[in-house]
């Protein structure tokens, strides 16, 4: 049973450019979520996606960003026009149902030249 | 608004002995409290879940508590090892499904 995989790993993007990073959850998981680490600092949640519904998106940022779990394939985290603020570890989880413990996947390191 | 907060921020131990680190969370309505372990450039790997029911959690040397009413967790790792060094992360889980993450204690076990 694979994990929650993240790909691609590592993503060099130019300021204005397009950014898109894939989660798969682990098998059986219908909970996705988003998470940001930017230098420094903690941890911060993004978004909480079910199979082709955003259930919670209050921690993503208004403009540019969006997500996407559809009913087949990875979820998507797609950033547009990326700026130098954005460079940062973006990590997908998943859990089973509420009550579970999340599955971290390995991360996109996400740097905007 | 659920706040975390973890202390200390960074943590240097020689190797074998036993060691605590402390989570403390603002809101007790939490469902549930998971410890992580993050080395460096790599995601985060889960160590011990506690339900809001349960006092405490064991998994090999590591032994987490929770004491909901206080606000507070600790983590106890026994005869610690180099390969235990890396950033060791506290979240809880409220109402919502997001976790809240406090910023982490950076352990160091010296040979």
């Known amino acids: 049973n694979a994990g929650v995989m993240q790909n691609p790993r590592h993503l060099v993007r130019r300021r204005g450019q397009e950014a898109r990073l894939r989660c798969s959850p682990m098998k059986g998981h219908s909970h996705v979520y988003w998470y940001r680490q930017l230098p420094e600092e903690g941890l911060k949640f993004m978004v909480y996606l079910q199979k082709e519904n955003i259930i919670d998106e209050s921690g993503m940022p208004k403009e540019r960003f969006s997500a996407e779990f559809p009913k087949e394939g990875p979820s998507i985290l797609r950033i547009q026009q990326v700026v130098r603020g954005d460079s940062a570890a973006y990590f997908c989880?998943?859990?089973?149902?509420?009550?579970?413990?999340?599955?971290f996947g390995s991360g996109t390191r996400l740097t905007v030249v | 608004k659920q706040e975390v907060t973890q202390i200390p921020a960074a943590l240097s131990v020689p190797e074998g002995e036993n060691l605590v680190l402390n989570c403390s969370f603002t809101?007790?309505?939490?469902?549930?409290l998971q410890w992580f372990r993050q080395d460096p450039g790599k995601g985060l790997t889960s160590l011990l879940l506690i339900q809001s029911s349960q006092r405490e959690q064991t998994s090999g040397r590591l032994n987490a508590s929770l004491d909901k009413s206080s606000g507070r967790s600790t983590l106890y790792i026994a005869a610690s090892q180099p390969g235990d060094s890396a950033t060791y992360l506290c979240?809880?889980?409220?109402?919502?499904?997001?976790?809240?993450f406090g910023k982490g204690t950076k352990l160091t076990v010296n040979p």
């Open positions: 809101d007790s309505a939490i469902y549930n």
């Open positions: 979240a809880v889980r409220g109402g919502s499904e997001k976790l809240v």
């Open positions: 989880a998943s859990s089973p149902d509420r009550e579970d413990g999340y599955t």
